[in-house]
């Protein structure tokens, strides 16, 4: 039962080491831009589309 | 054009596994549920056998439910969209494929051991230690590829959806291995380290939290990623489902114990659970909002895409559950509804609802993708759903109607004459058996539906499989310049935060309980069981009987009338696990020691209809005939006296003589009562003697509020 001691005070003496960490992040910018993540969702592509597309803009290049 | 992009392609293959073995084990499940939902009108259902009565085959439907069906649909879903939105493939190939075959294994010998009868009898979290340990081991392996993946992510931004994952990864690792310290005797045979009160505690902190974190937050990281892909539109609000993320982490850790009010738990723990439980409404619902407003201008297409229909329907139910959670959360309401067919409902509106509609439609839309290809049949689809849906709600209005049917029968008083209304138990379980019938009806349309899209993915899966490849711009000191280290180190910051909001909300609801001391209230009058009565526990627990008898009376007049005084915290001091229970489809039997003679025990239980003519409850006829084997009886009691039993060395030592000369006398007195009628000779060695011993001790230690 004595684990319990110890593995609740280890878990949240981990957890506040690195709130620090956490918080340094946020000024690190993670949190700046909350619009462009949503739509990069909806733009995956496959290595065809982007050989697709590298080939269309050659063309429209020449 | 291409400077800086290096071409890799996912590895598609382990989504693929998952998807299939999530589609296979979603068909034991609800067909191992069938079997349980018709033995409950139709005892006979077993066909006579032991290992297919409810006690045993209901843990292999909540943990099929849970670690099977559930984990493997996460699995295929987290497979799937965190290589697409970390844009890297899986860390490791051989993790990937060890955690596949294990999960797999560990499954179906899981299962096995369930029906034979091997059980910590813990609700929801019945496998034996090796089994634990196998479920930690393979957990830290998915963890190691998972965060393995992060660490090499091409994409700087993590998207919601991967923070839903960590959050499910570190905290499932959490809970587990908390909830699961015991004391092995044997392989296969082990006792919880904790007791009563703070088992039952430590026990619902982890019930509940498999709910939020094995059913809620991995399943929410897949609604925000396969809900914007299937509506070709993002999420409605970014920001929202931020919000969404760390108000879930922060508020769902404190709701467990809202499954223990009007229990002996202590007051302010009740109070806790209930407020934060009451808080989820509205995260939970902005979540459900934030879903259903990202179908704007798409609502047209959901009359056309089986996929959306899916999702959109599992929306609603993520919101119909987590509107009926907190509500039945509240004491006054679950007073009503704790016991009873209602939480069984709720339960499934999630599971069926939310989980199962939700991994129906993620997998109509992956298998296309995965395997190159067109499903099979739209129509088909959408019959599917339909089932589906019908099937689900016929099955929570049947139990809304059986729960507050049971809930206000059971507490109903005669204003005149002070007494209950319905005193007669089985009176009111033989009116709520056609809504049983009703639920199984539910459940089998929504089986013969699973079928049905089993049959059409299955299909639907032949075209080429190849992994999918893909080119991204490594994150590296190039392209974003400085603090690339930093960015580095984010997953593992939320990781961390995450771990520091479980921990700190786990720490202050738990450790005063452990922090008072183990035992706070220490009874003189409570004395440990004879060897002979934790040798009868052990069959209470290998036979599942806490699934249907409560041992926990609740401190209002109605249940005093029915059972006895309110049972008191340290009753179960010595009970490693607690067997307070949670449903009472058969009576409470907290105080139950001494109710009847043995000869009664010995005839119920070996055919209840020829004591109680209406009873549900089946037969176990082999307890008759199969012998006790005292021959670790020592060990066990060795066991319970390392956890704090206090058992003397010489019980411990003697423990099977003494186990012997109790039996004597049980079978000396069967012949007494019988009173000519019938032979108990031989009958002294046998299991339902140690059984009938243990029952008989239940809440005879003189202790009364």
């Known amino acids: 039962m004595n684990i319990v001691f110890i593995l609740l005070p280890f878990a949240l003496l981990l957890g506040l080491g690195f709130l620090g960490i956490f918080i340094w992040m946020v000024g690190a910018g993670q949190f700046d831009d909350l619009e462009t993540p949503a739509y990069r969702l909806l733009f995956e592509e496959t290595s065809e589309e982007t050989k697709k597309k590298g080939n269309a803009s050659d063309d429209n290049g020449t | ?705």
């Open chain 2, 1 to 705: 054009m291409t400077t800086g992009r290096e071409e890799f392609s996912y590895d598609d293959r382990i989504s693929r596994d998952f998807v299939v073995a999530t589609l296979f084990w979603a068909v034991v499940t609800f067909l191992v549920g069938m079997v349980i939902a018709t033995q409950l009108f139709s005892w006979r259902f077993n066909f006579n056998i032991p290992w297919l009565t409810f006690g045993r085959l209901r843990p292999v439907h909540t943990n099929a439910a849970i670690f099977a069906f559930s984990a493997n649909a996460v699995f295929a879903g987290v497979y799937y969209s965190s290589q697409r939105l970390l844009k890297a493939r899986m860390a490791s190939d051989i993790l990937s494929r060890i955690h596949f075959w294990g999960w797999q294994l560990l499954i179906v010998l899981g299962a096995l051991s369930l029906v034979l009868g091997f059980t910590q009898g813990k609700e929801y979290a019945e496998l034996e230690w090796p089994f634990d340990i196998a479920i930690a081991l393979l957990w830290v392996v998915f963890a190691i590829n998972f965060f393995a993946t992060i660490a090499k992510r091409r994409e700087k931004h993590i998207y919601v959806s991967i923070w839903f994952y960590i959050a499910t990864i570190l905290t499932v690792a959490l809970l587990h291995i908390f909830n699961s310290f015991a004391l092995p005797v044997s392989f296969l045979k082990s006792y919880s380290v904790f007791a009563g009160v703070q088992d039952a505690i430590v026990q619902w902190w982890y019930g509940h939290n498999a709910v939020a974190f094995v059913l809620t937050t991995p399943f929410l990281g897949m609604m925000y990623y396969f809900l914007p892909k299937a509506a070709e539109k993002p999420i409605y609000s970014y920001r929202f489902s931020i919000v969404h993320f760390w108000s879930l982490v922060f508020i769902y850790i404190w709701a467990g114990p809202h499954h223990l009010l009007y229990t002996a738990v202590p007051e302010w723990a009740q109070t806790l659970g209930m407020i934060f439980s009451i808080m989820l409404l509205a995260p939970s619902w902005g979540g459900m909002i934030n879903g259903l407003l990202t179908l704007n201008g798409a609502w047209d297409r959901v009359k056309s895409d089986p996929v959306l229909k899916f999702l959109v329907a599992s929306i609603l139910f993520y919101g119909l559950a987590t509107f009926e959670g907190p509500l039945l959360s509240i004491k006054t309401v679950n007073l009503l509804g704790h016991y009873t067919d209602w939480p069984i409902g709720h339960v499934h509106s999630g599971g069926l609802g939310w989980n199962g509609l939700l991994t129906f439609g993620m997998i109509y839309w992956m298998v296309p993708k995965l395997w190159k290809t067109k499903l099979y049949s739209i129509k088909l689809a959408n019959v599917h759903f339909w089932m589906a849906v019908v099937g689900i709600s016929l099955y929570a209005i049947a139990l809304w109607i059986a729960g507050v049917q049971q809930g206000s029968q059971a507490l109903a008083m005669d204003t005149v004459t002070h007494r209950l209304k319905f005193p007669d138990f089985m009176a009111t379980i033989t009116a709520i058996l056609p809504y049983y019938q009703m639920r199984a009806l539910g459940g089998l349309l929504y089986l013969v539906g699973a079928v049905i899209g089993v049959y059409n993915l299955y299909r639907s899966m032949h075209g080429a499989v190849q992994d999918e490849k893909t080119s991204a711009a490594p994150l590296s000191g190039k392209v974003t310049g400085k603090g690339h280290r930093f960015f580095e180190a984010v997953p593992l910051a939320f990781t961390l935060l995450t771990l520091l909001a479980v921990g700190v909300a786990s720490f202050i609801s738990i450790a005063p309980t452990f922090l008072a001391s183990d035992r706070a209230i220490v009874d003189a009058r409570i004395k440990p069981y004879t060897p002979l009565e934790h040798y009868g526990r052990d069959i209470y627990l290998r036979e599942g009987c806490y699934n249907c008898h409560s041992q926990m009376i609740r401190p209002v007049v109605a249940e005093t009338l029915r059972y006895g005084a309110p049972s008191l915290p340290q009753e179960s001091m010595y009970d490693h696990p607690h067997q307070w229970g949670s449903k009472r489809t058969g009576p409470d039997l907290a105080r139950v020691g001494g109710k009847y003679p043995d000869l009664w025990h010995f005839r119920h239980m070996a055919d209840p209809r020829s004591i109680v003519a209406a009873s549900v409850m089946p037969a176990y006829p082999w307890l008759e005939t199969a012998k006790m084997e005292l021959g670790d009886l020592s060990n066990k009691l060795q066991v319970m006296k390392h956890l704090g039993v206090p058992y003397n060395d010489d019980e411990v030592r003697t423990a099977a003589e003494l186990a012997a000369a109790q039996a004597k006398q049980i079978a000396a007195n069967l012949q007494v009562q019988a009173a000519g009628q019938g032979s108990f000779v031989g009958m002294e060695d046998k299991e339902i003697i140690a059984l009938i011993a243990y029952l008989q001790r239940l809440g005879k230690d003189g202790v009364k509020p």
